[in-house]
Nanobody
Framework: QVQVVESGGGLVQAGGSLRVSCAAS????????MGWYRQAPGKQRELVAI???????YYLDSVKGRFAISRDNAKNTVYLQMNSLKPEDTAVYYC?????????WGQGTQVTVSS
């Protein structure tokens, strides 16, 4: 049974930093490309960052230079370090494989950036 648990969100002022984490079980984590997705109120869920199984990373243009995705295969965990946060980064953040799988969604972690 697949279980994905995101954590580390919170309330931060604009310009601040947060690191969110995602622990996955029930999948062969190391062979999967992993991604962080986010969904803001009234908007569609979007893919923010990808880390390939080999370690290459890719970012949504609006977060390039501010966010950094990393993974620890020994812990089946993927991280997203978010710096210079902006109010428009406010969303629920989720992790999933890339491409995403319907039954891999966790509950997400709320990130709120105040201006």
């Amino acid at each position: 049974q697949v279980q994905v648990v995101e954590s580390g969100g919170g309330l931060v002022q604009a310009g601040g930093s947060l690191r969110v984490s995602c622990a996955a079980s029930g999948i062969i984590f190391s062979v999967n490309d992993m991604g962080w997705y986010r969904q803001a109120p009234g908007k569609q869920r979007e893919l923010v960052a990808i880390i390939a199984s080999g370690g290459n990373t890719y970012y949504l243009d609006s977060v390039k230079g501010r966010f950094a995705i990393s993974r620890d295969n020994a812990k089946n965990t993927v991280y997203l370090q978010m710096n210079s946060l902006k109010p428009e980064d406010t969303a629920v953040y989720y992790c999933n494989t890339v491409p995403r799988r319907r039954n891999y969604w966790g509950q997400g972690t709320q990130v709120t950036v105040s201006s």
